[in-house]
């Protein structure tokens, strides 16, 4: 049965692993849905958050294919319930009273977003959270109008104490 899978890559920071590592991907068919790649908290080292949509099978054979590879340092599944994962959305909403701008600080509030921009006409804020908040609160934007999205891709760290 196919779901979305969330993968912690760590990796040597050298040209050309992610690269290598979304080719591996693509020759197994997996769409990546979201990726994030930044510096990890040793120096020359790098970690990429993919998350993926796949059977468990499939996953499994992806993951050892990457560890595989000689940058690869570890592979890690993270589920839902040993993991933080969040990402981050920015959007721009259209504005045309008084009344809207009302409505839009409320749902903002309610979603724990930033409001970090304001003209006559839109408002731009940021929301940080799981993917389904983030979906729920694009939905509600919608009838205002939206003008413009920008989102991050899932990041995750392990809940290990």
Same mark, same amino acid.
Not at 34 to 50: A, F, L, N, P, R
Not at 62 to 72: A, G, R, S
Not at 101 to 124: E, N, P, V
């Given at each position: 049965?196919?779901?979305?899978?969330?993968?912690?890559?760590?990796?040597?920071?050298?040209?050309?692993?992610?690269?290598?590592?979304?080719?591996?991907?693509?020759?197994?068919?997996?769409?990546?849905?979201?990726?994030?790649?930044?510096?990890?908290?040793?120096?020359?080292?790098?970690?990429?958050?993919?998350?993926?949509?796949?059977?468990?099978?499939? !996953?499994?054979?992806?993951?050892?294919?990457?560890?595989?590879?000689?940058?690869?340092?570890?592979?890690?599944?993270?589920?839902?319930?040993?993991?933080?994962?969040?990402? !981050?959305?920015?959007?721009?909403?259209?504005?045309?009273?008084?009344?809207?701008?009302?409505?839009?600080?409320?749902?903002?509030?309610?979603?724990?977003?930033?409001?970090?921009?304001?003209?006559?006409?839109?408002?731009?804020?940021?929301?940080?959270?799981?993917?389904?908040?983030?979906?729920?609160?694009?939905?509600?934007?919608?009838?205002?109008?939206?003008?413009?999205?920008?989102?991050?891709?899932?990041?995750?760290?392990?809940?290990?104490?």
């Amino acid at each position: 049965m196919e779901k979305k899978h969330t993968i912690a890559i760590t990796v040597e920071d050298q040209p050309g692993v992610f690269t290598r590592i979304a080719g591996l991907f693509a020759r197994r068919s997996f769409n990546i849905d979201t990726i994030t790649v930044g510096k990890s908290e040793k120096q020359g080292i790098s970690k990429m958050i993919i998350t993926v949509i796949g059977d468990d099978r499939d !996953l499994e054979r992806v993951e050892k294919q990457i560890n595989k590879l000689i940058d690869t340092i570890k592979v890690t599944e993270m589920p839902k319930k040993s993991a933080f994962i969040a990402e !981050l959305c920015i959007i721009k909403v259209a504005v045309q009273d008084k009344k809207i701008r009302d409505d839009i600080f409320s749902y903002a509030k309610i979603y724990d977003a930033k409001i970090i921009g304001m003209t006559d006409k839109t408002l731009t804020m940021y929301l940080v959270g799981e993917s389904e908040n983030i979906e729920s609160y694009i939905r509600l934007m919608v009838p205002f109008g939206i003008n413009e999205i920008s989102r991050t891709g899932v990041t995750a760290i392990s809940k290990d104490w």
